[in-house]
T-cell receptor, first 114, second 110 residues
Framework: GAVVSQHPSRVICKSGTSVKIECRSLDFQATTMFWYRQFPKKSLMLMAT?????????EQGVEKDKFLINHASLTLSTLTVTSAHPEDSSFYICSASGEGETQYFGPGTRLLVL | QKEVEQDPGPLSVPEGAIVSLNCTYS??????FMWYRQYSRKGPELLMYTYSSGNKEDGRFTAQVDKSSKYISLFIRDSQPSDSATYLC??????????FGTGTSLTVIP
C-alpha cells in the first residue's frame, strides 16, 4: 500500500519559535496533500489542501500566515507553524492523494509548545 | 445537515463478536468510499476502499455500499482486542474534496 511519512514524530519547542513538519509520499506521486489538526479524542480538522506547485487552499478560520504550507514537489509538503504558542500544541497529520480517489495518511506529528 | 453522519459510539463488544459500523450520507454524487482505522496517537490507516456500490471483503473486514439508501457499512468478523480503535468513514465524488465522518470508537473486550 501507499506509504506517507512525517518528520518529526514529536517536537517540543519554546513559545515564539517556528516549527517545520515534513510530509513525504514514499512510493507514489502525491498530486494533492492535506494537512489536518486533531485534538485529543476529537475528529480530524482539515486545515488546508495543497496541490504541487500551487498555493495552498486554507479552510475558514485557519491563518495562512501562521501555518505556512509549501508543496514544492510531488513527494514533499511542509507545514511551518510560525511563532508557535501553547495553543498551537496539537497533533498534526498530513495525508496525500495521488489521483484523487483516496487519501493515505502519515503517522502524525505531536507538537508541544511550552 | 452534515454531508456524512457517523455515530460516535463508544461501542463495546466482547472478543469474537461481529461488529457493524455505519455511516449515512446526503450527497448522491459520492462515488468513492473509504474506511480508516485510527489508533490513539497515530495517523488513520486505510482499511477498505470501495468504488460505487457493492461489497468488498478483505480478511475479517467487509465493506458494503448501498447507494440507493446512501448508507455504507463496515463489518468486522471475529473481532479481536487489537481491533480496538476509532473507525472513520470517508467519501468523495472524485477530485480533491473528501468528507469524513466523526469516527466511531470501538473497544473489543477480551
Amino acid at each position: 500500500g501507499a506509504v506517507v511519512s512525517q518528520h518529526p514524530s514529536r517536537v517540543i519547542c519554546k513559545s515564539g519559535t517556528s516549527v517545520k513538519i515534513e510530509c513525504r509520499s514514499l512510493d507514489f506521486q502525491a498530486t494533492t496533500m492535506f494537512w489536518y489538526r486533531q485534538f485529543p479524542k476529537k475528529s480530524l480538522m482539515l486545515m488546508a489542501t495543497s496541490n504541487e506547485g500551487s498555493k495552498a487552499t486554507y479552510e475558514q478560520g485557519v491563518e495562512k500566515d501562521k501555518f505556512l504550507i509549501n508543496h514544492a514537489s510531488l513527494t514533499l509538503s511542509t507545514l511551518t507553524v510560525t511563532s508557535a504558542h501553547p495553543e498551537d500544541s496539537s497533533f498534526y497529520i498530513c495525508s496525500a492523494s495521488g489521483e484523487g480517489e483516496t487519501q493515505y495518511f502519515g503517522p502524525g506529528t505531536r507538537l508541544l509548545v511550552l | 445537515q452534515k454531508e456524512v453522519e457517523q455515530d460516535p459510539g463508544p461501542l463495546s463488544v466482547p472478543e469474537g463478536a461481529i461488529v457493524s459500523l455505519n455511516c449515512t450520507y446526503s450527497n448522491s454524487a459520492f462515488q468513492y468510499f473509504m474506511w480508516y482505522r485510527q489508533y490513539s496517537r497515530k495517523g488513520p490507516e486505510l482499511l477498505m476502499y470501495t468504488y460505487s456500490s457493492g461489497n468488498k471483503e478483505d480478511g475479517r473486514f467487509t465493506a458494503q455500499v448501498d447507494k440507493s439508501s446512501k448508507y455504507i457499512s463496515l463489518f468486522i468478523r471475529d473481532s479481536q482486542p487489537s481491533d480496538s480503535a476509532t473507525y472513520l468513514c470517508a467519501m468523495s465524488e472524485g477530485g480533491n474534496q473528501f468528507y469524513f465522518g466523526t469516527g466511531t470508537s470501538l473497544t473489543v473486550i477480551p
